[in-house]
């Protein structure tokens, strides 16, 4: 079993930052991809950051220069550092992970749970 787990969320006033983090844990083999998106109520769940095990990173534009992702592969764990937040950037965000279990060849995405992020004065 795989299992993602997010902290870090929370209510936080336009223009403070928040620190996310998420950890992968079970029986995991490697770790390709990792990443955050967000919900929104009512709309589409969308890509705000990712990052391979190589260290190359891709931004939404909406978040570029306020937001940065970072891992550390040898905790299996991703971060994303948000600041200069926004109302619009209230949403669930949701980790991801694209991984190997051991003794497996095939790689699959898992999910974590999602943690809540509030921007309002």
């Known amino acids: 079993q795989v299992q993602l787990v997010e902290s870090g969320g929370g209510l936080v006033q336009p223009g403070g930052s928040l620190r996310l983090s998420c950890a992968a844990s079970?029986?995991?083999?490697?770790?390709?991809?990792m990443g955050w998106y967000r919900q929104a109520p009512g709309k589409e769940r969308e890509l705000v950051a990712a990052a391979t095990s190589r260290g190359s990173t891709n931004y939404a534009d909406s978040v570029k220069g306020r937001f940065t992702i970072s891992r550390d592969n040898a905790k299996n764990t991703v971060y994303l550092q948000m600041n200069s937040l926004k109302p619009e950037d209230t949403a669930v965000y949701y980790c991801?992970?694209?991984?190997?279990?051991?003794?497996?060849?095939?790689?699959?995405?898992?999910w974590g749970q999602g943690t809540q992020v509030t921007v309002s004065a």
């Open positions: 991801n992970a694209d991984l190997r279990m051991i003794a497996t060849i095939v790689y699959k995405v898992y």
């Open positions: 079970g029986s995991i083999g490697s770790i390709n991809a």
